[in-house]
């Protein structure tokens, strides 16, 4: 989650942590599904307004060069997005 973090702090401001709910590998890409907090385990607050589906953050990544890589990440969001492109194997992978 090292990878998803910094864009995350930046969009909801100050340290996190992430309790993840999903993650699915495949084929040299991941699908993760978090949930933010702060540090310690304290609550985000944030505005309804911004974030009205909550604040959970769905991200999709590649391995390149023995590293994790965000390709793309969204707050609160509650559309199906990371299908597209993803390959076929992780569109089917189960989360663990």
């Known amino acids: 989650m090292d990878a998803v973090r910094p864009a995350v702090e930046r969009e909801l401001g100050g340290s996190i942590e992430f309790v993840i709910q999903c993650v699915a590998v495949s084929a040299g890409r991941a699908y993760v599904i978090a949930e933010p907090q702060r540090r310690g385990g304290g ?45 076929a194997s992780l569109r089917t992978a189960r989360c663990y």
């Open 43 to 87: 609550k985000i607050r944030y505005y309804e307004d911004d974030y009205p589906f909550g604040i959970t953050v769905v991200s999709t990544l590649a391995f390149r060069s023995g590293n994790w890589v965000l390709l793309k990440h969204v707050i609160g969001d509650s559309d199906v997005w990371y299908f597209d492109g993803a390959p």
